[in-house]
């Protein structure tokens, strides 16, 4: 099927425009369908539309007959956890996760609580495009439950995979910065009741997101790390608008991303598990794979996307992912980014190892990094892409998602397509600060090269 409602993670849209409720409603009656009724938990975060989508979801899925278990307005990995915990047949949450504030999105649960792979997607998309839809019989319409006491059950189980005591041991200053988000409904609690003296900034859910945009990136964390340089903290968490992200600022209020930090965790974890395997994106730092070859793990690249990394864990029984962007993926509670637990993994961390975050980051290899863009002629994007997969030589080359290419000093470049626009997005790393320079500039002149030549072959 070309049609496609889904993308990358789940239906995203700007509210009423894009994202209508005569959409949603479609959605909800296609969902329904497809769990065939079911028992469902709903779940929303705390943008300004997100309501209106969740009625007219619920509408369709009243329609299919499913019964409705309302959770209200909660982190998405909670909502995750509860489908998990009690039992359901799969859940739908509506949340536009890191987006601008205008949008709104629709993720859809199978009963363990991961997204579903794509291709359920593709049959959920055949119900809607088709309208295969359930139309309950009037004895039979759907229902609507408020399900309470979800965010305990959710803070338990976090709180059950880390060294508790010994964390409240430390008395730890942690300044936590939600976004407006609905980590706000989590996080400050979570370290409240870890026994951390907590300084929450951005700490009220407001849709209109009037402290810093909704995605955690270094750039917009300037709050953060002015706050815990302020109070002297022992570390800075910043969660993305559904808290299934963090990116942590050390002691010194340095604002790291994802795989920097997650290399610390990775560490404990192979010193603890030897030999397990760690699943990532290709486009993360191969600090992930110094890490896993000193500690005796081993490292299991895939295409980029949380879901796609989610599946991959439930297929290999990995039980520790992460994304750069701050995705941590902890298998023994969820094999689902989680903001809470990356949070309470940090501090268990934390209480180990008795010494700064900054010292401990300090001790991990450096990697210099260098981006780039090359636009295309959009009808070259594949041949372009095939032609530059025959020429590229390095150490190891792997090509699950664009072209990535390690050099023997440890280095490597990654070309991917943007999925937005024609433009190939350039990312390399070197030990070096030149090195990264270098092979931006070889690839960049590599591309060009092979787009003049396509281009003079056809005209
Ligand atoms: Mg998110």
Known sequence: ??????????????????????????????????????????????????????????????????????????PTPAIQYAVKHFGMDGGVIITASHNPPEYVGIKVVASNGVELPREEEVKV?????????????WRGLGSTHRLSGVLDVYLEAVKSHVDVDAIRRRGFRVVVDPGNGVGALSTPRLLRELGCRVYAINSHIDGSFPGRPPEPRPEYLGGLSNAVRDVGADLGAAHDGDADRTLFADDRGVVHWGDRTF?????????????????????????????????????????????????????????LGAEENGGIFYGPH???????????????????????????????????????????????????????????????????????????????????????EPVYRLYAEGRTEERPKELVEEFRGMLQEIIVELRGGRS
């Open 1 to 74: 099927m070309s049609r496609r409602l889904f993308g990358t993670n789940g239906i995203r849209g700007v509210a009423n425009r894009e994202l209508t409720p005569e959409l949603a409603l479609r959605v909800g009656l296609a969902v329904g369908a497809y769990f065939g009724g079911g028992r469902l938990i709903v779940g929303r975060d705390g943008r300004f539309g997100s309501l209106m989508v969740q009625r007219a979801v619920e509408a369709g899925l009243h329609s299919a007959g499913s019964t409705i278990y309302d959770v209200g307005v909660m």
């Open 125 to 137: 998309e055949e119900i809607f495009f088709e309208e295969k839809f359930l139309r309950a019989d």
């Open 263 to 319: 290399a610390l965790l990775e560490r404990e974890f192979l010193r603890e598990n030897p030999g397990e395997l760690i699943v990532t994106p290709i486009s993360s730092c191969t600090i992930i794979e110094d890490v896993a070859k000193e500690m005796g793990g081993r490292v299991r690249w895939t295409r980029v996307g949380s879901v796609v990394v989610s599946h991959a864990m439930l297929e290999t029984g990995a039980k």
């Open 334 to 420: 969820q094999p689902v980014r989680d903001g809470a637990m990356a949070v309470a993994l940090m501090l268990d961390l934390l209480a180990r190892e008795k010494r700064p975050l900054s010292e401990l980051l300090d001790e991990l290899p450096r990697y210099y990094i260098e981006k780039a863009r090359v636009e295309y002629p959009v009808e070259l994007r594949d041949a372009i892409m095939d032609e530059l997969r025959r020429r590229v030589k390095g150490e190891r080359v792997v090509t699950i998602d664009g072209v990535k290419v390690w050099f023997g000093d440890g280095s490597s470049i990654l070309v991917r397509p943007s999925g937005t």
